[in-house]
């Protein structure tokens, strides 16, 4: 029989990769031509987008019109963009005085000028900007948007575009999730009471349809009302979505909290802290983080369903499109305003999906393992 | 094991009660799962405890730092009794440190952070002090290095010296041990183990749920041994291994010692 006795004295060296591992080629046959599914696939693709594309780009910018008074100054084959340019201002602002939408701007500068800082990761300074945004804020942006100190009051009712869908989204944001971590801490409490009361609460605002909670909120809760008290249509709208969206968030707050392992629990108690230093040091963070994808899809969600107060009768972003497009100048434009609409709303929703990936990736400490 | 003598020499074990249980009892619903559980801790002392799985040794440790709850009987903890009353429970587990079979460490931060945490947000502790007090622990659990990682990047047995470091550093006067062997790699248990082998040279008193019985014979004054909820038998470590008196105690040994 053989010496089957072996010993490695030298390591092998490490040798270039084949050129089919390794660039251009090898990437498009790894990602469009891997099997002949993948490639009769690609194919139809390229295919589809050149049906698709030369039109769509035709339409909207070698054909298209820029400048006009009325859509009949609209001659060209193209989209009419001219009705977004005149309406520009409303579609921003509403029907808030021009004189006065310096303040909306200011207002939303200062929000966006200190949100933005805050959500940038090694910004020094993060507590300032959050005492900022959270508590000094508020009051200042109602001052400025509603007037007040000097500065000439203008109605909520004259409230509109993409103003008044920023204030309702920002709004209801804010509130919805430390509202919600508080609903979700609450149905997983040990205290009987409240537990009920977080229980019933939330079922009871995920169960109705959002329109009807609008409605509600808009028509029959100043039924309810001691007559002769005023209260806002705005301020009645936003406490609903904010309720309505604390309800989803509980729940998307608690699916994160049941992901939690009962050893940190134990761990943490074991170590003397009470539940509120151990839900915020250690199974909030962790129960947040998990959740970022279901945080951010309500939040998006919210920020469309912005658009559902046109039937209460706000002029938000949408309506006030769809409003333009009614008026006699400008029939036959609702193509153009529509794809504006969605424009903007991909833009921003976009752009959060984005921060939520960023978000996670940042706070990915690898302990999936 | 040549150093048995000395290592166990070298620690005394004081008159002082440590922790006390009296005709101790608990139920999970109907199932009992510790019966009539008797036994005076003193200060100093490092007491294994064994048996078989689902025997409640490890409830049994658990009910000292009221993770469990028994429902007759009394538990005295550094001469406060764990009842219902909550500042009692925190006054006590800030008082003894516990090590958990998965470590358990806080994933979200880093090992510095999971150190000073407690500290911090519990004992008040200045936060230079505190971190100065866990570089001081995590040397002497041999991991300075891992300061600024995060317990995902360790292995398993350097996520438990941490773990132990962490509870090192609220100072406690007691230290308990759920398994802390169990869930590592064969060649991760050493270093563990001489961890908490130096510890118990310190003079820490020690309740240790393990069957390193290794560990026992040389850093244990007392070995228990636990089987249905009930404790067996108690003895010193040499007499325990060696002329074990009851027939449990004695199946037990050789089915453990056996490979």
């Known amino acids: 029989m053989a010496d089957i006795s072996f010993v490695r004295t030298e390591s092998h060296p490490d040798l270039p990769p084949p050129s089919s591992e390794v660039g251009i080629i090898a990437w498009l046959r790894q990602n469009l031509f891997s099997s002949w599914m993948n490639s009769l696939l690609t194919v139809a693709a390229i295919y589809a987008l050149y049906k698709i594309l030369p039109p769509l780009f035709s339409w909207a910018f070698f054909n298209a019109d820029w400048s006009g008074k009325t859509y009949q100054d609209c001659t060209s084959e193209g989209a009419c963009w001219a009705m977004i340019r005149v309406r520009f201002g409303q579609f921003m602002y509403g029907f808030y005085p021009e004189a006065e939408r310096w303040r909306v701007n200011l207002g939303f500068l200062l929000f966006f000028g200190t949100m933005i800082p805050l959500l940038i990761e090694g910004v020094p300074g993060k507590k300032y900007f959050a005492i900022f945004v959270f508590i000094l804020f508020p009051p200042i942006a109602f001052l400025l948007f509603y007037g007040g100190l000097g500065l000439e009051a203008v109605d909520t009712a004259q409230w509109g575009g993409l103003m008044l869908t920023m204030v309702l989204a920002s709004v209801t944001i804010i509130v919805s999730l430390p509202l919600g971590i508080v609903f979700a801490l609450g149905r997983r409490s040990n205290m009987p009471v409240v537990r009920m009361i977080c229980v019933c609460f939330i079922e009871l605002w995920r169960g109705v349809p959002l329109i009807t909670v609008l409605f509600m909120g808009s028509v029959m809760l100043p039924l309810f009302l001691p007559p002769g008290t005023h209260f806002d249509k705005i301020l009645r709208t936003l406490i609903v979505m904010a309720f309505f969206a604390a309800a989803y968030m509980a729940e998307v707050v608690r699916g994160g909290l049941q992901a939690i392992p009962k050893g940190q629990f134990e761990a943490a108690q074991a170590m003397g802290m009470n539940y509120w230093k151990l839900m915020g040091l250690i199974v909030l963070p962790q129960a947040l983080k998990i959740v970022i994808p279901g945080i951010v899809n309500t939040f998006i969600g919210l920020f469309k369903d912005t658009t559902l107060v046109l039937v209460i009768g706000l002029f938000d972003f949408l309506s006030i499109i769809q409003a333009a497009t009614t008026h006699k100048n400008w029939l036959g434009t609702s193509t153009e305003g529509y794809v504006f609409a969605a424009c903007v709303f991909w833009i921003f929703c976009f752009g959060m999906s984005r921060y939520s990936i960023t978000l996670e990736r940042r706070l990915d400490t690898g302990h999936r393992n | ?259």
């Open chain 2, 1 to 259: 094991m040549t150093n048995l003598d000395t290592t166990q020499g070298t620690m005394e074990v004081s008159d002082e009660v440590a922790i006390q249980i009296i005709g101790m009892h608990k139920w999970y619903g109907d199932f009992h799962v510790l019966k009539d559980i008797d036994i005076t801790v003193y200060r100093g002392e490092r007491i294994v405890i064994c048996g078989p799985s689902g025997s409640g040794k490890s409830t049994l440790i658990r009910c000292i730092n009221r993770l469990e709850e028994h429902q007759q009987g009394q538990i005295i903890v550094d001469d406060i009794e764990l009842t219902g009353d909550l500042k009692g429970i925190d006054a006590i587990r800030r008082e003894v440190g516990m090590v958990f079979q998965h470590f358990n460490l806080f994933p979200h931060l880093t090992i510095l952070e999971n150190l000073t945490l407690a500290p911090i947000w519990v004992r008040k502790t200045p936060k230079a002090e505190a971190e100065e007090t866990a570089m001081h622990y995590l040397e002497r659990v041999k991991i300075p290095e891992q300061a600024d990682k995060f317990p995902g990047q360790l292995s398993g047995g350097q996520q438990q010296r941490v773990a132990i470091a962490r509870s090192l550093c609220m100072n406690p006067r007691i230290m308990l041990f759920d398994e802390p062997t169990s869930a590592l790699d064969p060649e991760m248990i050493s270093e563990v183990l001489d961890v908490m082998v130096g510890l118990a040279e310190t003079g820490m008193t020690m309740l240790c749920v393990t069957h390193e019985m290794g560990f026992a014979r040389k850093v244990a004054n007392r070995v228990i041994f636990m089987d249905g909820g009930e404790i067996i038998e108690q003895n010193e470590p040499e007499e325990f291994f060696n002329n074990p008196k009851s027939e449990r105690t004695q199946l037990f040994l050789s089915q453990i010692l056996s490979h």
